[in-house]
Structures are given as structure tokens and as C-alpha cells.
């Protein structure tokens, strides 16, 4: 029999602290649910301690999600634990994952510790974290930049204090595929009781090799463990993406010879779930997951799929959930049919009254366009959780009027505490004046550093998808909104960033 590959997704915990990926605790709640769907192993739900928000997200996803083990981040003293602990326990299996840097840099320049304390505080923590929890990981963060004799040190002592799991992260994305993979094979050969402990590997994709690195690391080192997200999602160049790294251990099974629990066919639905929430993009040529991933343009191609798919496909589009464009639903669909088309998205909503919420807003887009695609969908969902009703400012309606050779102007309805209000400007084009005409009423001052426009399901008939980047004060959020009418969308999804600037959770940052 193959041995088990564990997949560690941490799209909610490391994934989000992608500078304008937060997302609340309802957006993580649905997609940890889609997680789960996906047989994910393990979800890192967040880092408990480091927010309220993210304790709440943690504890909500503990006391929902049965198949996957949920894990909480923390690093190394017992006032996170204890708080990691506190936030899992309604899970029915719940893992502590605390870290501490290992690498001299780090701990001279950022922890201005030295070596001896932190053995000694990875030691304590991770005795204090047994003490909690059966399951618990360990981390030496910078772990690939640290001196291996050290290392061997460390993670020998915290394995003879309960660490379940040992994960060597990659933290700043450094590693070559066969150095990172001899790495942990030392580690592991040098460590006595190294086979007490599952070995993880954590990669970062700031050199393009987080995929390459974290298989390397399995093939090589002998880690039974992956931690990635979904789409790559992560700081600066993302994490290990996780639909890349469960195809090719599937693909290629010839070769890792290891099973894998990953219901494979929900992989697309979840990183569209993850992309329209936090609005960060899939490339067209993204691997699995990208539009064009599939799609074979060229003659010589086509001809060759119509004879025999596996002329040019090493893997099925159906395997990981694409399925032609087909139009889901209608004007005349009834709430029944948009209940079940939810529930095989993946998407579970908390209460009838929920559904009920989301049945308008479709039959609303129905009347406004003919074809409802499943991408349709599943915007409207993601832009009905950042619509909820105790955020500070609401969309209601937007008028704008735009002549060549005149300079458009843009009139705008919005609640601000559930009070209607009216801004009106002109600006260098419609969107432009909605944005302005907005800003007239909140002044919020915050600078725009991205906005972008995506057709949701492909023509010019479809819903424009636009994602805002607002920046205030050092923070960086993301708004999205969707609408068949561009200009709407846009409001939307301004509305949605000041609306995340507004609710302001004081983190405290993993590496920091
Ligand atoms: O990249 C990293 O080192 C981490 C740790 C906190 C595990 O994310
Ligand atoms: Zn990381």
C-alpha cells in the first residue's frame, strides 16, 4: 500500500496575510467549508492570537468543519497557545502549530534572542502545547537558513516534548528543489528520534520553486506533509499552490508513489471562491486552475485532443472541476433549483433567511441577464458576504452620465450606518466620478493602488468583476463587487474596500 501524503492548506492563515487578502470571518467560514469538501487534510484556519477577528474565524471554523483537522497558528509562549487552544475547542481534532526562527539573522536582528534561549522557549512551548492538545506541530521558522547543527538540536528536544508534526519552512522562498529535499533527508537521518514526528515541508515562492522545492522535499527528503494554498495565495510571491502540488503527486503517482485524500474535482470551485473573495486574480496561464489551462488554441492541438485526448492532456478538466460553460440557470428558475446549484458550488449558507438573501439578488441579476452561469453564481455569493448588514456603508443606487467631448458626472446612493446619503462629481471618466463621488461624502483619504476590471464568465455580456485596492494609514485592503454594468460594479467594489479599511482588526503579523 502507498504511504499518505498529507495536505496542510493554509490559505486562511498564510494565504491571508497576503498585504489585501484579509478576509472576515464569514468568507473564511465559507471557504474553510469548501476545504472541507475538497478533503483537505488539515486547515490552518488562522492565528487565534492575533486578532479578535481571527480568534472568532478560528473558533467559528472549529465548531463547524468535521472531516478536517483544524489548526490554529501561535507562536512560542503560552498566552498564544493557551488562546489557539481556547479558540479549537469545539473542533473534533484540532492541531496547535507554534514556531519559532531558528536562522541566526533572525534571531539576532528580529528576536534579539540567542540560540539558547530559543531552544529553550521552543522546548517550553511545545511541552505547554501537549499539555492542551494531542496533535501538535512545530516550526523553526527560517527553518532552511538555519544552521543544521542547531536545528538537529532544537527539533530532537521539542520531538521528546510531543511534536507531532516537525515543518521546515522555506520561509523566504531561498531553496533549490535538490538542496531543500537533502536537506530534510540530513535532518531526518540525523535526528534519533526523527521517526517519532511526521516531517512537513513549507515553501515559498519567492524564486518560482515552491511547487519544485516542496516535491523535492517529499520525493528527497521524505516529508509526508505539504503545506500550501489555494492558487498560490500568499505573502510577497505566495506559497506552495496547492492544486499544482496534489495534480502532480496525482499525475505523476507513477513516480511519488504516495495516495492523497483530496477530492480533486472541487479544486476549481474553490479557487474561484478564494479569487473572487479576496480578488486576487487567476492568471489565464496558471497551471490547473488558469482559464487557458484547458483550452487548446492551436490547429495541430485540436486536432490531436479530437483523436485522443492524451495526445496533448496529462490530466482530465473534469478531474478538477471545469465543465463546459454551460448555462445553470434562468430567469424562471425557481429557489429549489438555485438551493441544490449552491450546495454542488459548495456553497453552504448558515440560514434559510441566508438562501433567502442571496434567491433575490439572483432573480435581480436573472432579470438583468439572460444566461446565469455558475460563475455568476458564485460572485454573487462572495459579494453577498461583504454586503452584510452591520457594515458601515451599503450600495443602493448609482446614476452616471457619459458624452464624448463632455466630462462624465456620476450621482451615487449609499447607506453610511444604514442612513441614505447622496454624493454627486464629474471626474475624467464614469468610474471615475462614481469613486470621486463617493469620496465626496466619506473622505476617507485612502490612495487607490489597484483597480482592475475581469469579464466573469468571458463576453461582453457577462458581469464585470472588479477588485479596488485601497492603502490608509499602512493598511492595504481589497474590495470586489460584480455587476452586469461595470460602473456599478466599480461603486461596488469601492464600497466594499472602505467597508474592510473601516473595520479595523490591530493583527499581529506571523513573521513580524
Ligand atoms: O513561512 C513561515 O515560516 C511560516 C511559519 C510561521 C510556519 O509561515
Ligand atoms: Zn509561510
Not at 491571508?16 to 473564511?28: F, R, T, V, Y
Not at 448558515?350 to 438583468?368: C, H, P, Q
Request: one cysteine or more; a negative charge.
Amino acid at each position: 500500500m502507498a504511504d499518505k501524503l498529507i495536505i496542510f492548506d493554509t490559505t486562511l492563515r498564510d494565504g491571508e496575510q497576503s498585504p489585501g487578502a484579509s478576509m472576515n470571518k464569514d468568507e473564511k467560514l465559507r471557504i474553510a467549508r469548501q476545504l472541507e469538501r475538497l478533503r483537505v487534510d488539515v486547515i490552518e484556519a488562522g492565528f487565534a492570537a492575533s486578532s479578535n477577528g481571527d480568534f472568532e474565524a478560528v473558533q467559528a471554523i472549529a465548531n463547524a468543519i468535521k472531516d478536517s483537522t483544524i489548526c490554529s497558528l501561535s507562536r512560542a509562549n503560552d498566552k498564544d497557545i493557551s488562546r489557539a487552544a481556547e479558540a479549537l475547542k469545539g473542533a473534533n481534532s484540532s492541531r496547535i502549530h507554534t514556531f519559532i526562527a531558528t536562522s541566526a539573522l533572525h534571531m539576532e536582528k528580529k528576536l534579539r534572542m540567542t540560540p539558547d534561549e530559543v531552544f529553550e522557549q521552543a522546548k517550553l512551548a511545545v511541552r505547554f502545547a501537549r499539555n492542551l492538545v494531542s496533535d501538535v506541530e512545530f516550526s523553526p521558522e527560517d527553518g532552511y537558513r538555519s544552521d543544521p547543527d542547531f536545528l538537529c538540536r532544537i527539533l530532537e528536544t521539542v520531538i521528546h516534548e510531543g511534536a507531532t508534526t516537525i515543518n521546515v519552512p522555506d520561509t523566504v522562498g531561498y531553496a533549490i528543489p535538490e538542496l531543500y529535499g537533502n536537506f530534510i533527508k540530513n535532518l531526518r537521518e540525523r535526528i534519533p528520534n526523527s521517526d517519532k514526528a511526521i516531517w512537513s515541508v513549507h515553501c515559498h515562492n519567492d524564486l518560482g520553486m515552491a511547487v519544485a522545492n516542496s516535491l523535492a522535499g517529499v520525493k528527497i527528503g521524505g516529508a509526508r506533509q505539504i503545506e500550501c494554498t489555494i492558487n498560490g495565495l500568499g505573502e510577497r510571491a505566495g506559497n506552495c499552490s496547492l492544486e499544482e502540488v496534489v495534480m502532480a503527486v496525482k499525475t505523476r503517482k507513477d513516480y511519488f508513489g504516495l495516495d492523497l485524500n483530496i477530492d480533486t474535482k472541487h479544486i476549481l470551485a474553490v479557487s474561484r471562491m478564494v479569487s473572487q473573495t479576496t480578488g486576487f486574480l487567476v492568471q489565464p496561464n496558471k497551471a490547473v486552475v488558469g482559464a487557458n489551462a484547458f483550452a487548446h488554441a492551436s490547429g495541430i492541438h485540436q486536432d490531436g485532443v479530437l483523436k485522443a485526448r492524451d495526445t496533448y492532456e496529462i490530466m482530465r478538466a473534469e478531474d478538477v472541476g471545469w465543465t463546459a460553460n454551460k448555462i445553470v440557470l434562468g430567469k424562471l428558475s425557481g429557489r429549489n433549483a438555485f438551493k441544490q446549484r449552491l450546495l454542488e458550488l459548495g456553497v453552504q449558507m448558515e440560514s434559510e433567511s441566508e438562501i433567502n438573501g442571496a434567491f433575490t439578488k439572483f432573480k435581480e441579476l436573472a432579470d438583468r441577464k439572460s444566461e446565469i452561469f455558475d460563475e455568476d453564481i458564485l460572485a454573487l455569493v462572495s459579494n453577498e458576504s461583504v454586503s452584510q448588514e452591520n457594515e458601515q456603508y451599503g450600495f443602493v443606487s448609482l446614476s452616471q452620465h457619459s458624452e464624448t467631448g463632455e466630462r462624465p458626472q456620476a450621482s451615487i446612493v449609499f447607506t453610511v450606518d444604514g442612513k441614505e446619503v447622496k454624493g454627486t462629481s464629474d471626474g475624467n471618466g464614469p468610474v471615475d466620478a462614481s469613486m470621486k463621488a463617493i469620496e465626496s461624502i466619506v473622505k476617507s483619504g485612502a490612495e487607490m493602488v489597484l483597480y482592475s476590471v475581469n469579464a466573469i464568465s468571458g463576453s461582453t455580456e457577462s458581469q464585470g468583476e472588479v477588485t479596488v485596492r485601497l492603502q490608509n494609514s499602512g493598511r492595504v485592503v481589497n474590495g470586489v463587487g460584480a455587476d452586469p454594468d461595470i460602473v456599478v460594479a466599480s461603486a461596488k467594489a469601492y464600497i466594499s474596500a472602505l467597508n474592510k479599511l473601516h473595520n479595523k482588526s490591530d493583527r499581529v503579523a506571523a513573521q513580524g
